[in-house]
């Protein structure tokens, strides 16, 4: 064995790690770096307590790589799990819970409400707390001036006694037209007036179809209506979300998304097409034809 210098080993000293010969543990948080001074300059114990540190150093390396090991196959545990649970659907549909990526590219098939993953609307526990009463919220509109969406806690604290005044503004892609029934468009709430009496608030506010407005969103909005009124101790998590399309300015849908609290019979995630029987619609401009 070639002979070792006392500058070397003192530089050694200084940067190997755990130098009195024992491996750090895989639960130490940090690995402590010391220096020893070595007085006895025989070149044998040079040499061993050199091959004692390369053998400590190899032995920190192994773990280090294992702990790595263990990390990247409970990472790609994880990730098909996830991969597995995204493409959980009803038969009734190929959209996966990835609703703002995959949702948009739905083709219109004849069914214009459909179930997402077995009406699970995956709130978590965090979401469901009551800890801090009811409350709502609306998300602030994109670079596009388009809505993005709404949640709250509802309960009956938060229905509104007045009654609602017309709707003045106009949101993205709002080139309405009069149609056999009467109009193409309503201004859709995301979040229904008579839940939180939220009314003119653009954050709140799309262009949507009347079959998109009434029947598809009332008829689930009657349901948790009904459910609130029948008790001041209910509670429902909700929250709707616009789908969009690229740069579109004219929502493809809206996703609906309801869970009582402490029960199910409030419960539904659902997709409903932003579309309209006998119109074609051009989602990037707002503009439609009979068709």
Not at 51 to 76: F, G, H, M, P, T
Request: glycine letters at 6%; a positive charge; aromatic letters at 8%.
């Amino acid at each position: 064995m070639k002979k070792i210098t006392v500058l070397t080993l003192l530089l050694f000293s200084t940067f190997a790690i755990g130098v009195s010969g024992c491996a750090p543990t895989k639960s130490s948080a940090k690995t402590t770096t010391s220096t020893k001074i070595v007085y006895d300059h025989s070149p044998e114990k040079k040499a061993a307590k050199l091959e004692k540190d390369n053998a400590a150093e190899k032995e920190r390396l192994a773990s280090q790589k294992e702990d790595i090991s263990q990390q990247q196959v409970s990472y790609d545990h994880k990730r098909s799990t996830t991969k597995v649970k995204s493409r959980r659907i009803t038969k009734k549909s190929p959209a996966t819970s990835k609703a703002k990526t995959n949702l948009a590219t739905l083709t219109y098939s004849g069914q214009q409400e459909i179930t997402i993953d077995h009406n699970n609307p995956h709130f978590s526990k965090p979401q469901l707390s009551t800890k801090k009463g009811p409350w709502q919220t609306y998300h602030n509109l994109d670079g596009y001036n388009r809505v993005t969406g709404a949640a709250a806690l509802l309960n009956r604290s938060l229905m509104p006694s007045a009654k609602r005044e017309a709707l003045t503004f106009d949101p993205t892609g709002w080139h309405n037209k009069r149609t056999h029934h009467g109009w193409l468009y309503n201004r859709s709430h995301l979040i229904g007036y008579q839940f939180t009496g939220q009314n003119n608030n653009p954050k709140n506010l799309m262009t949507g179809t009347r079959t998109l407005n009434n029947p598809s969103m009332l008829h689930n909005e009657m349901d948790v209506a009904t459910y609130l009124k029948s008790s001041s101790s209910h509670y429902v998590r909700y929250t709707v979300t616009p789908i969009f399309k690229g740069h579109e300015l004219v929502a493809r849908g809206v996703q609906m998304r309801a869970q009582s609290i402490g029960s199910n019979v409030i419960r539904f995630n659902i997709y409903i097409f932003n579309i309209e029987p006998g119109y074609t619609i051009d989602y990037a401009t707002g503009y439609s034809q009979a068709s």
